[in-house]
């Protein structure tokens, strides 16, 4: 199985729970070889089977390559796919990037689909065997809008909306579905003690553990009769309304107490 963006964060533990669950290893990395050969070093150590193949998911050329080599690296077949590399770059809509949007639409939407495509021509072509999973990681941010990081929700809701109709184009071949985490890591120019206040602005007001968004993903990939839909693994985030992204939420309060 191959994660985009496996190499660090979200990615890594991504990596990680695969791994634990048996399955074989492709981590996708642009600039970050060196974490990426330590994370498949990892999975060696512990009786597992990774390899590393590095590609810039903004070119179709690259994509079509990660994904044949993806293809040739896995030995018994290439079985799911997370799409988890993502730019995650702040603008807002009046302080607009027109060359933001389309890089973040190029990794964090164009990419995802293209790679669905080649993955259904891939399993098509083996007919007979079981459909691959195709995994796409969203963001709780679509089911709870705030106009902060304009040009990146903009496209992590058009992967959203392509979920049940991928799954639809791409059937039988390939079931299509998507996790929607919450804040689970340090984003953007958030600083640690913002971090640790904001990770519990859930209804659980607990924080949420990354172990659970990753083996979500396992769950996904395993389980042949899911397609067409998007799990939320936020202890209820989504179901916070805030009229601006959590980070700037936890600096307004922490402002209002001083």
Same mark, same amino acid.
């Given at each position: 199985?191959?994660? +985009? =963006?496996?190499?660090?964060?979200?990615?890594?533990?991504?990596c990680l729970a695969f791994a634990q669950a048996g399955w074989n290893v492709i981590c996708h990395y642009q600039s970050s070889a060196q974490e990426a050969d330590q994370i498949c070093g990892e999975i060696h150590q512990q009786g597992g089977h990774a390899v590393s193949l590095g590609a810039d998911l903004s070119v179709a050329t690259e994509r079509e390559s990660l994904l044949q080599s993806a293809i040739q690296a896995a030995d018994q077949g290439?079985?799911?796919v997370v799409n988890n590399a993502s730019v995650f770059e702040p603008d807002s809509g009046i302080a607009f990037s027109s060359e933001l949007l389309q890089l973040q639409l190029q990794v964090n939407l164009v990419a995802p689909l293209h790679l669905g495509s080649l993955l259904a021509q891939y399993a098509k072509s083996r007919s007979g065997e079981p459909a691959p999973a195709l995994i796409h990681v969203l963001?709780?941010?679509?089911?709870?809008?705030n106009p902060d990081y304009f040009s990146y929700t903009v496209s992590k809701l058009?992967? !959203?909306?392509?979920?049940?109709? &991928?799954? &639809?184009?791409?059937?039988? @071949?390939?079931?299509? +579905?998507?996790?929607?985490? =919450?804040?689970?890591? $340090?984003s953007g120019? &958030?600083?640690?003690?913002?971090? !640790?206040?904001?990770?519990?602005?859930n209804l659980m007001r607990s924080p949420i553990d990354v172990g659970d968004v990753a083996r979500s993903a396992v769950f996904l990939a395993e389980n042949a009769s899911i397609t =067409?839909? +998007?799990?939320?693994?936020?202890? =209820? &985030? @989504?179901? $916070?309304?805030? !009229?601006?992204?959590?980070m700037f939420v936890v600096e307004q309060l922490t402002r209002s107490q001083i």
């Open positions: 199985m191959l994660v +985009t =963006g496996g190499a660090k964060r979200l990615g890594r533990a991504f290439l079985d799911a963001d709780q941010k679509v089911y709870n809008l058009a992967l !959203e909306r392509s979920v049940a109709l &991928q799954a &639809q184009a791409l059937a039988p @071949h390939v079931r299509v +579905t998507a996790i929607a985490p =919450g804040l689970v890591f $340090v120019p &958030q600083s640690v003690d913002n971090f !640790e206040r904001a990770q519990s602005l =067409g839909t +998007t799990l939320c693994v936020d202890k =209820g &985030q @989504h179901l $916070v309304p805030l !009229e601006r992204d959590v």
